[in-house]
Structure formats: structure tokens, C-alpha cells
């Protein structure tokens, strides 16, 4: 208290200084009188004060300010007109002229003796509070020192530090300590502890430990207690050089004298592997753990709330890491719509995502919809945008259930909101519809900026407590959840779910997003052993029920049903799949073919109910036409085989929505081999046939027709007698066909004889087993999968993802080491989707999938980056497709065989690479791991060489049944070897061990059905198949291939 009554204006001390310290000193004696409970003092004892301490050559600046009057003097106003006053162009102080400087009167030499003084030092002195009343005396050195030097201070009452990770051991003080610097400024010492150091003498380092070191977060510099060592008997010398601290004889420390007049100490600190736990003891709750638990919302509305409920915490400054990681972001734009006055009258709607990962439950975006009045918030998950419509009305039905009416929806002008569908649940609830004008997210800018709070709170939350990016979905959902509890609203005092729902919320259950938390289990599952809780974390809580979402933490041990145990030994990409009980290559396309509306409950509950009512009817009525089934009762034991609805809506060519289509499919997979059914074979047209038929038709103009068989696989005879549930109430078949001829009238007598049988559609020729086709001006077919590159990049998040020049890295990864990935990655899937691209119309793709699709049942994270990338490459290649050319100089078959010695780094099996080419373009491929391990590079080439012959002859005879082959197609090798070992049956000692079916090109050969050349190694087009090539590499073969920009033929199309 008599420090602000005693204070004076010290010679060396610049004015801001000098108010500065009487302005604590001010606070200090204010703050003192509080805890008294007197009264404050009022401002104008500060500004009295500031002005009587004043030295003589601010005379002019005193009489200037006597003219105020006295109601206004305050210290603002006081600072404000020393800011305005001129400066001294000596001192360069205000208050006073040159002429009038207290520095003009003294000598030069004292001057800079002043100066020297100024600039040289940086020391301060500061008291630690405590019960035996010893000063501290340490020192600030300047920024060029290192944050770990050790600096020895002849007046610390103990070794204090700021580096928490220092503490071998560490103790917390019940209370913090204060300590007193010399500018008047009190830092804290939370606790104390023992630090492990290295102690250099001469040239070894000695080991020894540090005691009672005191943890002062804000201190910024290491000091080492020159007085408390000695007390423990070391003695203490220093000069010009340096100083040293001696015990019984000998010296055990050693420092240097810097160019500050510091003294720094030899000594380096063992830092802990584990370092322990520094923390401040406190025994109530505290601003920033409320923070957390209200989803980091900010602090000041925190503290609002609280005191709304009477709860009672500690107000501190932490700084919020997790805020930065999740909230850091440029100013915001500000917008100026005219508010609403009651919930319902507009309403903001937005879609955020992708997300970079699906949630638990599969979803990659959600749709939030936000009341302008109330802020109250509804947020659905969704897995594709086109769910938002169904949303709605869902969001609809419970406005209209918590008694409010919505006027007006705006949201942004994207196909997720201005679709028919969309509009025509607004038109029939007579709800206005405003959109935002392209690329100015800023008129709907509530919904964006909740957006943003929600992905940032939830983003926060997760990085919080370094929790997994699949629970993305968890963490928003809490956000809304909290923040409908708890965040601002117009009316002062209620919260947005209370002014949506007119109740009264609390919060007490709230806790912290991803605390560790034991859930109970109940008798009922399990025995008497048994654990009785399993370990999870908070992620959430249900708006429906009082309790809360928790992810348990699942024993890898734990029997959680039937696993996989089917390892994959060798994934073969070729032009045609292997289908198989566990084809990747089907899953993928049941998913990701076409837009679906699988499940019958939801589809019947939408929009669109009438049509898939009539598509379903229609379907019914082929199955009663064609007597496929009669009603019985199931004798006793017999397997009843079940069945799904498969809802669809054709799309056309360019991408829109053609005819609803329903299937009622038996899931067949329930019946057993050999038990229910002997035969599995159904007649599905190779992707390789049809390439080449179009191939045939681009050499000849050919004219094309399409034509669709309803029902078609009904028109087969079952000799099995099978009992099939009856329709949920009452895959997709492949009966797409393709006539290519050069008579019309023999086209249409054709399709005339399968209408007398089958009911035909004959529709426009654009698209045939999901490759969208067309032919251009000068009768060249070009063949293309461009919406369903779309679909699976924006599936798998990968649309906005960076494009890359080639499918795979320059080296094969060995990943076994790698831990593996979650199961809620969907490795399959996006594998078993770029299977099905590949075997259609890329080519380019099939060594990189050769690779993946080896580790389907036990994927790695590096085997999912090698994923991803090949999607990548997709996205810069996505309007690429074949091109067969009519007019290609090369119209001859020609099949490239190739082979890479030992290329399997574990196994040293070799790869056979195989491309044939007709007209121009690849009409079949294959990249293969070899079944057997070949001992020289030879006999690799020799073995491919055989796989070709096969393509070859079999390619032959396809082509010979629609057109006239008169030469003999060309199998090229870049091997002589190989060649010689086709041709030559005398190299038995270099064959007699390889397998009698490799030999079938020798026989081919000798039949004169083959025709086998050399060909340098940078024409063989097959090397693409074998291995991973470089950029240039890459791209010429890619171009031999047949695969063009179809913007480079855009003029033909």
C-alpha cells in the first residue's frame, strides 16, 4: 500500500515505465481495500498522483493539464495528451523542449556512460512470497541465449525452471506460490520437484541430480540457486572468465561468462522418456474444463451460462490447444439479413462433405438445417447427397410436431436441393424456396458459418482427447447437441431447444466428448466369471432416450461371430473377372453400378412411391406370366430360400434418370451346393467379346442396336424343385442385349423372332453393361465409364483429391510389417469398384490392381495409401476411354506377351503381362503372378508366351465367327530365347522340367495357327502389365493401349 503513496520517478526510467508501475501499484491498493471491504479509490488519486511525481522539466505539460477540468481528467485522457505532446528532439521524451532538457546540462561522457548502462544490462529483481521471507534474485537474459542453458543467480532463494518436461519427479503445490519480479509483476510456481543433469568438468560429464526445483511456467529462463547450494557446503568463486562451485576439495560445476555479464553453467538436463505428470492443484472445477465439456464454445459465454446456473469455477487463462487445431481461421465475412421473429419463419439448410473417412455408420456428409430465430439446430448423416430430400422431410414432420410452421427454406442452388424431388415436398407443404446466388456463399450465411462450428467443435473434440477420425460423426452430432442446450440465442436467458420445444433443459449429465468411461454389463449377458463392465469412451448422447453413446474399446481376442479365414494367394486382373464364392469384383458392382433404392421400406416411403409401386407390379406380373412359381404351403425340413427387392433407376447415356426397374431377386447364397442346385452357370457376354465385336463393327460400319429381355433369367427351366419366400410386399439380372449387323432388314427380322418369345424393348444404342458408347463421325467407337468414375471417386471421398501421372509408385511395397487396417476402412469395396472399371475399359490399371488386390483379408495402411493413389490417378485420367479407330493402319489381331523374372519380392514368382490388339486398341488384357517359380528369365517369357497363344487362338476364333480372318494373327515377344525355345523342340535340357501345358505355343506353333515375331522391348505393350514404369514409359504404352482424352476427339463425337 505505501508503495503508491512513496513511488518516485527514478532517473533512468522512461515516463510509460514510470505510470506503468504506479498504475499496478494502483490496482494493487484497489484490490487490497476490496478484500478489506472498502470501497475502491477513484481515478482521479491516479492522475493526481502521476502528475505530482512528474520532475521539473514537465512544467509546460503540467500547466497545460491544470486547464482541465477536473470531472474529465482521467488516465486515458492523461496518456492521450502525453502521446500528442511534441518530442525533445535530445531525449526524445514529451512534456518538455529542448531547450529545457535535463540532458543538454550533462557531460558527454556521462551520457554515454548512460547509454552504455541502457543497453548493456537486462536485470530485474524479484521476491518469492513465502514464510521465511528469502529474496530471489534472478535474471532475464537476452533472446539470443538458449531456451536449456542453466543460469547461476547469486540471490534465488531455490532452482526454479519453465520446462515441465525437465522432472524426473514432480510434487504440486497445495496453492500457488507467488513470485515477484522486479517490475512489480507476480508469475506463479505451481510445484516442485528433482531434475537429472549432466555436470561437464574438463572434458567428462559427471551425473547428478537437481533438488527442490520449483516449476515457474512464465519465468522463460532455467536459474540454478547459487545460495541454496550454498547451504548444502559448496563454496562459490567467479571473475572476468567465469565461476566454478567447489565441495570438500574438489570442483563439482563449472560456468562461463557471457557477454551479458551472465554466468552459465556446464550442465545439460537428462529429460525422462516418460516424463511425469505437471499440473496445478485445484479443488474446484476450472473455466477451461468447462470449456471442454460445453464443446469448446467461447469462454465468455461459458462463463454467462454458469453463472446463469449458480456454478461456481476457477477463471483462469489457459491457453486451448485444441481450439487452435480445430477453430484456427481467417476473419469471417458478415452478413446483414434481416432476423426472423419466431421459429419457422426461414430456415438455413447446407450439405457439408465428403468427409476424408466414412463414420461408423457409414456416412460421409451430413445435412444440417438451422432456425433463424430459435438457432436451433437438426443435423442428419448422410452416405450420398442425393438422401437430402428424404432429410427434409423427416425435418419437416417434427417441426410440425413441435407445434411450429415453416414459411421459407434457404439454402445454396446444387443439385442436392434443386432437384424435383425437393421442390415437390416444398410445394406441398407450401414452403418457399430461396436459393443463393452461385459462388456467394455468403448470402446463406448462417448455415455455412454453422457448418464451420460444427465440423470445427467436432474436429477440436476428437484432436482433444486423439481420438479416431471415423467418430467425425459422434463429435458433430454431440456439438449439436450441446450447443442446442447451450448456445446463444435472441432472447436473453433461454437456450435454442427451449425456445424450439417451449421446456426447460439442464445440463448436468454433460461431460467431457471421449472420457474413459465402464459400461455395465447386465447378468443377463454374461457368467459368472465374466468381467462385469467393458471399457469405452463418451462419443455422444441420444435425444430420443436418457443415456448416453459410448464407443467400447473391443479385446482383439473377443468372438464377435464368423471371421474371414480366406486368404487371397494371387488376385488375377484381366479383361474378365473369375467370379468366384468371394468375388470382390461382384460386391463392388452391386454397390456401385447404378443409383439404388435397395431398401423397399424407404423407397415406398418417398416421392416417388407410385412408380416403384408400378415397377414392382410390372415385375410381378412377368413372374405370373411366365409361371415361374404357384403358392404352397413348404413341406417339413426343406430350406426356404429367401428374397429381396432391387430397386433402380436407369440412367441414360449422359448421366440423367431414365425408367424405375425393380428385380426380385432369391438370395441364392443360401442354398448348398450339390444339396439345393447342381449347376451355377448363367450366359453373361465377356467384356473381351463385346470390345471385339464393337471392334468388328468400327472396321466395317457396322450398324448397332440395343435391346432389353425382360425378366430374363425366368425363361430357363429349373429341374431342381425350389421353395422361395413369397415379396416383401406383394441383383440385378443382366438382360441387356447387342446386335451388330450390316442389313437393317436382317437386324430387325432378328429382333422380330426374339420378340415372338420374350418380351423386348429395343432402346437407343448409348450404353451396354454399364460402359457408356459412342460412335463418331467417321464410324470410330469410342467406349467410356466416365459417370461411374464420379460416382466411386465421390464415393470413397476421393472427388477433390490431387491427381497423380501414374497408378503406382516406382517400387513394390512389402507392407507385412505394417500394422493393419481397421475393418471400417472399405478396402474391399474400393478395390473391388476399380476392378470392376478396370476389366471393362482401363486397361491402365491392371497391374496396379494386381498388386492391392493381394491384400484384401489383411490390408495395411500403406496398402490403403497405394489404393488411394491408384484413385488419384483416376481422377486425373477421368476422361479417358478406348478408342477403336476405323481407319487405324494397324487392322490386324496382334497380341503382346511379356513377362518380369522374379518380380514377387517373397515368394519370387514372376508376372505374366498379356495385351491384344485390334484396330487400335486393347480388346483384351491380363496381368498375372505365374502359378510355378521359373528359373530364368527365359523360361518367364516362354511361360507368357504360352498364356498369349491361348488369348490368341481363342480371340481367332471369336473374330472368325463374325467377320473373315485371312491371315494369322501375330504373337510378338521381345525374348529370342523364348522364341527359339517355341520353335526349336531340341532345347530339351533347357525345358525338360517346365510343365507339359507351357509347350501348347510350341504346338500352336507347328500347326501354323500362330504366327510368333520379335519385337524391341519398347514396343511390347505388355510391359505396362508387369510392372511399374515410369512417366514417359507410362504414358506411351497407355497410348498404344487405345485409351484417349476423349476431349482430344471432341470435334468427331
Known amino acids: 500500500m505505501e508503495l503508491f503513496f512513496t513511488s518516485e520517478k527514478m532517473a533512468d526510467e522512461t515516463i510509460a515505465t514510470h505510470v506503468g508501475r504506479l498504475q499496478r501499484n494502483f490496482r494493487e491498493l484497489n484490490d487490497e481495500l476490496k478484500k478489506l471491504g472498502n470501497s475502491e479509490l477513484p481515478e482521479i488519486l491516479l492522475t493526481s498522483r502521476i502528475m505530482s511525481t512528474l520532475p521539473f522539466q514537465y512544467f509546460e505539460f503540467k500547466s497545460v493539464w491544470e486547464s482541465v477540468p477536473v470531472e474529465t481528467r482521467t488516465v486515458n485522457l492523461l496518456l492521450e495528451r502525453k502521446r500528442k505532446e511534441k518530442k525533445c528532439f535530445i531525449c526524445h521524451e514529451t512534456g518538455h523542449q529542448a531547450k529545457h532538457c535535463p540532458e543538454k546540462l550533462k557531460k558527454k561522457k556521462q551520457i554515454d556512460s548512460k547509454k552504455n548502462l541502457k543497453t548493456e544490462g537486462n536485470a530485474f529483481v524479484a521476491v518469492v512470497n513465502r514464510n521465511d521471507n528469502r529474496g530471489a534474485f534472478y535474471t532475464f537474459v537476452d533472446s539470443v541465449m538458449e531456451q536449456d542453458v542453466w543460469l547461476a543467480d547469486s540471490r534465488a532463494s531455490t532452482h526454479m525452471t519453465s520446462c515441465e518436461r525437465y522432472f524426473a519427479t514432480y510434487e504440486a503445490f497445495p496453492t500457488s506460490k507467488a513470485v515477484q519480479v522486479g517490475n512489480k509483476d507476480v508469475i506463479l510456481a505451481y510445484g516442485k520437484g528433482t531434475i537429472n543433469v549432466e555436470m561437464k568438468i574438463k572434458d567428462n560429464w559427471y551425473r547428478n541430480h ?3 526445483v520449483w516449476y515457474v511456467s512464465k519465468i522463460g529462463r532455467n536459474l540454478f540457486s547459487i545460495s541454496q547450494n550454498i547451504d548444502i557446503g559448496f563454496s562459490f568463486k567467479a571473475d572476468r572468465r567465469g565461476c566454478i562451485f567447489i565441495k570438500d576439495g574438489k570442483i563439482r560445476l563449472v560456468g562461463r561468462r557471457t557477454s551479458n555479464h551472465l ?41 454467462r451460462i454458469l453463472l446463469q446456473k449458480g456454478i461456481k469455477v476457477t477463471v483462469d487463462d489457459e491457453f486451448c490447444k485444441g481450439c487452435v487445431l480445430g477453430k484456427h481461421a481467417r476473419a469471417s465475412f458478415r452478413d446483414k439479413l434481416d432476423r426472423s421473429t419466431q421459429p419457422g419463419e426461414l430456415i438455413h439448410a447446407d450439405v457439408c462433405g465428403p468427409m476424408q473417412e466414412q463414420s461408423i455408420g457409414g456416412s460421409r456428409y451430413f445435412v444440417c438445417f438451422k432456425d433463424d430465430f430459435s438457432k436451433y439446430r437438426r443435423v442428419f448423416f448422410l452416405k450420398e447427397k442425393s438422401e437430402v430430400a428424404g432429410c427434409l422431410s423427416t425435418f419437416l414432420n417434427e417441426t410440425s410436431v413441435a407445434g411450429h410452421v415453416v414459411k421459407e427454406l434457404l439454402c445454396d442452388g446444387g443439385k442436392k436441393f434443386d432437384n424435383t424431388e425437393l421442390k415437390k415436398i416444398l410445394e406441398s407443404k407450401g414452403i418457399h424456396f430461396r436459393k443463393s446466388m452461385s459462388y456467394t456463399p455468403e448470402q446463406n450465411g448462417a448455415a455455412e458459418r454453422e457448418n464451420r462450428i460444427l465440423v470445427e467443435s467436432g474436429r477440436t473434440m476428437i484432436h482433444t482427447k486423439s481420438l479416431p477420425i471415423k467418430l467425425w460423426a459422434e463429435a458433430v452430432n454431440t456439438a449439436a447437441y450441446v450447443l442446442n442446450r447451450t448456445g446463444p440465442t435472441p432472447v ?31 447378468k443377463q449377458k454374461r457368467q459368472k466369471f465374466d468381467q462385469k463392465s467393458n471399457k469405452g469412451y463418451l462419443v455422444g448422447y441420444c435425444e430420443t432416450v436418457i443415456q448416453k453413446r459410448l464407443e467400447l474399446v473391443i479385446n482383439s481376442n473377443t468372438d464377435t461371430g464368423s471371421n474371414r479365414n480366406d486368404q487371397v494367394d494371387d488376385m488375377e486382373t484381366a479383361s474378365e473377372d473369375n467370379t468366384g464364392d468371394n468375388d470382390v469384383y461382384e460386391e ?55 428374397n429381396r427387392w432391387v ?30 442346385y447342381d449347376e451355377t452357370f448363367s450366359p453373361v457376354a465377356r467384356y473381351d467379346t463385346v470390345r471385339a465385336i464393337l471392334s468388328v463393327s468400327a472396321a466395317e460400319n457396322l450398324k448397332l442396336l440395343q435391346f432389353d429381355i425382360k425378366t430374363a433369367f425366368l425363361n430357363g427351366d429349373l429341374k431342381e424343385e425350389v421353395y422361395m419366400k413369397q415379396p416383401e410386399g406383394y441383383n440385378d439380372g443382366t438382360d441387356d442385349g447387342l446386335v451388330a449387323g450390316s442389313d437393317k432388314r436382317e437386324i430387325d427380322l432378328f429382333v422380330s423372332e426374339l420378340k415372338k418369345e420374350f418380351k423386348v424393348t429395343i432402346g437407343f444404342f448409348d ?38 501421372s501414374t497408378p503406382i509408385e516406382g517400387q513394390i511395397m512389402n507392407s507385412d510389417s505394417e500394422e493393419a487396417l481397421e475393418d471400417q476402412v472399405p478396402y474391399r469395396q474400393a478395390v473391388g469398384s476399380l476392378m470392376y472399371l478396370m476389366t471393362a475399359t482401363r486397361p491402365d490399371l491392371a497391374y496396379a490392381l494386381s498388386i492391392v488386390s493381394t491384400k484384401l483379408d489383411s490390408p495395411t495402411q500403406a496398402d490403403w495409401m497405394a489404393v488411394k493413389r491408384v484413385y488419384r490417378y483416376l481422377k486425373g485420367t477421368i476422361n479417358y476411354g478406348l478408342l477403336f479407330q476405323k481407319n487405324c493402319k494397324e487392322k490386324e489381331l496382334r497380341v503382346f506377351s511379356d513377362s518380369d523374372f522374379a518380380r514377387d519380392p517373397i515368394t519370387k514368382h514372376s508376372r505374366t503381362g498379356i495385351v491384344s490388339v485390334h484396330l487400335g486398341a486393347a480388346i483384351s488384357w491380363l496381368s498375372q503372378r505365374q502359378r510355378c517359380v521359373t528359373l530364368s528369365s527365359t523360361e518367364a517369357e516362354y511361360v507368357a508366351a504360352s498364356e498369349g497363344t491361348k488369348e490368341l487362338i481363342w480371340l481367332r476364333c471369336l473374330l472368325n465367327e463374325v467377320t473373315n480372318i485371312s491371315y494369322t494373327p501375330t504373337l510378338l515377344v521381345d525374348n529370342v530365347g523364348a522364341i527359339k525355345l517355341a520353335k526349336n523342340p531340341e532345347f530339351h535340357k533347357r525345358t525338360k522340367h517346365a510343365e507339359v501345358k507351357y509347350h501348347f505355343v510350341r504346338e500352336k506353333y507347328q500347326e501354323g495357327a500362330v504366327c510368333i515375331e520379335h519385337a524391341n522391348t519398347e514396343d511390347i505393350i505388355a510391359d505396362i502389365m508387369t510392372k511399374p514404369l515410369g512417366r514417359q514409359k507410362f504414358e506411351k504404352f497407355r497410348h498404344k493401349l487405345g485409351l484417349v482424352d476423349e476431349t482430344s476427339i471432341h470435334q468427331l463425337l
Not at 493 to 521: Q, R
Not at 626 to 639: A, Q
Open 492 to 522: 436473453k436467458l433461454k437456450s435454442p431447444i427451449e425456445l424450439w420445444n417451449k421446456k426447460a433443459v439442464n445440463f448436468d449429465h454433460l461431460k467431457v466428448f471421449g472420457t474413459e468411461c465402464f459400461v455395465h454389463l447386465p
Open 588 to 642: 463392388a458392382i452391386e454397390e456401385s453400378d447404378h443409383e439404388d433404392d435397395s431398401s423397399l421400406p424407404i423407397a415406398l416411403r418417398r416421392n416417388e412411391a407410385q412408380e416403384w409401386k408400378k415397377a414392382m407390379d410390372d415385375e410381378m406380373f412377368s413372374l405370373a406370366e411366365n409361371n415361374t412359381w404357384e403358392l404352397v404351403n413348404p413341406p417339413k425340413g426343406k430350406r426356404i430360400v429367401q
Open 210 to 212: 537437481l533438488l527442490n
Open 647 to 676: 430397386l433402380r433407376v436407369k440412367t441414360t447415356a449422359d448421366g440423367t434418370r431414365g425408367r424405375f426397374k425393380a428385380w426380385l431377386v432369391a438370395k441364392g447364397y443360401t442354398q448348398k451346393a450339390g444339396i439345393d
Open 767 to 804: 450404353s451396354f453393361l454399364g460402359i457408356q458408347i459412342k460412335q463418331l463421325k467417321d464410324g470410330s467407337i469410342f467406349l467410356t465409364q466416365r459417370l461411374y468414375f464420379e460416382r466411386i471417386l465421390e464415393k470413397f471421398g476421393m472427388a477433390q483429391s490431387k491427381p497423380v
Open 263 to 303: 554466468y552459465a553453467l556446464q550442465m545439460r538436463v537428462l529429460v525422462p522418456e516418460k516424463a511425469v505428470e505437471v499440473h496445478v492443484a485445484s479443488t474446484e472445477s476450472t473455466l477451461q474444463l468447462w470449456h471442454e465439456r460445453l464443446g469448446h464454445q467461447a469462454k465468455s459465454h461459458v462463463k
